[in-house]
């Protein structure tokens, strides 16, 4: 079963948490979660020198104006920023897929 089938299917369908959002997986998932409609989606990634933050920007412009997104920018390692994105969300999934680029910078 698909990501998206068992949100549609899902009960409870208040907020997802995508990590790494930003990112050309991520926020491929992001855009077909939001077309498929009824949740809220908050994505945490991180805007480092491992993947050109401008490209992470510029794969969720079309959607960073659509309410049902939230954008943290912040590390999944920062427990305090995870304690407040999970304290102001309430999830009913969460798609990990944060990792670092596997090339280093130049």
């Known amino acids: 079963m698909t990501i998206i089938r068992r949100i549609r299917t899902s009960k409870s369908r208040r907020a997802i948490l995508v990590t790494g959002g930003a990112g050309f997986i991520g926020s491929h998932l992001v855009e077909a979660l ?13 805007f480092d020198e491992f993947y050109d933050p401008e490209i992470k920007r510029a794969n969720l412009a079309p959607h960073l104006l659509n309410p049902n997104l939230k954008l943290y920018e912040a590390d999944i390692e920062d427990l305090e920023a995870l304690q407040t994105i999970f304290t102001d969300n309430g999830f009913s999934a969460i798609v990990h897929l944060a990792a670092r680029a596997g090339v280093l910078p130049p």
């Not at 809220?40 to 991180?46: A, L, T």
């Open 34 to 46: 939001l077309a498929e409609g009824g949740w809220r989606g908050v994505v945490v990634d991180i």
